[in-house]
């Protein structure tokens, strides 16, 4: 990796070192805020006269908030649903503490927001009898802490990594809703990056440059960036059940009016781009992405605390605790996204991205892209 920043991003830009450095000296973004009014955020209660049910408390100016005014003892009424997605919009990751729920009654709440994703659990066995749960926890189905060095230890370590969920499946997923079930007595926050903001942060030729990319996501990319040695040849089994998917790496957040950054470290590389060149340019703007000013931190304090994020435009990770001594049970949802990007890059190609595409070479056949699906449509389902 280290010789490849000398390598030539392309024949008129800077090479990877000098877009890095000039990333990484953006001002931060309330100053951003201030002077570029293009960063425009949707007024929250536009459409209703009514006093707002919900009051969220910003975790940073502009990203993350926490909320309060839900009633966890019953079904959600449909006014709270469409405020909650109305925050998600603006907020991009909601924190609700001590909600009450349980495995049934997460999962029946997460069912407001669409479809739930099937959980994986390769290298990983469920220990949840209810298929849409997965453990993001250090606890294996025997209920025990997950050895040191196990395959499923390795493989959780991916989490660490700067990532999004699910955007190595084809359907990528709208939210994911992050349950504490048990938690350590120190460390195991989980950090989340403003994809909306990084990618306003971007220089315009950059900007400019990656408007139309497809970026090619795999899951063991990321779990061999994270255990290079475990996962440097993932199995047949492994590879067949979740293989690689193919997004537009700038997309219309979920908010509709900005644009958004697509990318994890499940980004393998960019379609039609030199591999050396294609490496660089996803680790430039994953360094950019990270930066402390498009970030906030999200501290676990109580069990039933849940954390929803909005994928499409945020990315998260989780960070260290005491895996071998403390205990920490997580439990997710991951919901299907209904939007106009939720399949990706398929048989829907725009023939003005075919150029960025290697000859046929990848199979990009599959189902069409559904319209977007309005709120009452999801909520029917
Ligand atoms: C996840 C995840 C981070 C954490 O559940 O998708 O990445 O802090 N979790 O557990
Ligand atoms: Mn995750």
Not at 154 to 169: M, R, V
Not at 281 to 295: E, F, G, K
Request: hydrophobic letters at 35%; a positive charge.
């Amino acid at each position: 990796m280290a010789n490849e920043k000398n390598l030539v991003y392309n024949q008129q830009s800077p090479n990877p070192r000098v877009l890095h450095i000039m990333l990484s000296f953006r001002q931060p973004l309330r100053h951003l805020c201030h002077i570029n009014s293009s960063f425009t955020l949707p007024k929250r209660h536009l459409a209703s006269a009514a006093p707002p049910i919900l009051q969220a408390k910003p975790l940073s100016p502009s990203f993350g908030a926490e909320v309060d005014g839900v009633d966890w003892s019953q079904p959600l009424a449909p006014e709270v649903v469409k405020e909650i997605v109305q925050l998600q919009n603006r907020w991009g990751v909601l924190v609700f503490r001590q909600t009450g729920l349980n495995d049934t009654t997460h999962v029946r709440y997460s069912k407001n927001f669409g479809a739930l994703e099937t959980a994986h659990a390769i290298n990983k066995p469920r220990r949840s009898s209810l298929p849409q749960l997965y453990d993001a926890g250090n606890l294996g189905p025997d209920d025990r802490i997950i050895p040191q060095f196990s395959r499923a230890w390795w493989h959780t370590k991916g989490n660490g990594l700067w990532h999004t969920d699910s955007s190595f499946h084809q359907h990528r997923s709208s939210y994911s809703a992050l349950r504490a079930v048990e938690l350590p007595p120190a460390g195991g926050q989980t950090k989340y990056a403003d994809m909306r903001a990084a990618y306003l942060g971007l220089p315009n030729d950059i900007k400019e440059r990656i408007e139309k990319l497809v970026v090619e996501h795999w899951i063991w990319h990321s779990r061999k960036l994270a255990a290079p040695q475990e996962f440097d040849k993932p199995t047949d089994e492994e590879k067949a059940l979740l293989p690689p998917a193919y997004h537009k790496l700038v997309q219309i957040a979920p908010d509709g009016i900005n644009k958004t950054l697509y990318i994890a470290s499940h980004a393998r590389r960019i379609i039609g781009m030199p591999d050396s060149e294609s490496t660089s340019l996803i680790r430039a703007l994953l360094d950019h992405a990270q930066q402390p000013q498009y970030q906030v931190t999200v501290k676990w304090k109580n069990v039933g605390d849940l954390v929803q994020w909005d994928n499409r435009c945020t990315m998260h990770r989780a960070t260290a605790f005491q895996d071998q001594k403390n205990r920490r049970d997580m439990r997710r949802t991951t919901i299907h996204d209904h939007g106009p990007g939720a399949f990706g890059v398929k048989n829907q190609l725009l023939a003005d991205d075919v150029d960025v595409l290697v000859g046929g070479k990848i199979d990009i056949s599959a189902g069409p892209t559904p319209e977007t699906q309005t709120q009452e449509q999801i909520l029917a389902m």
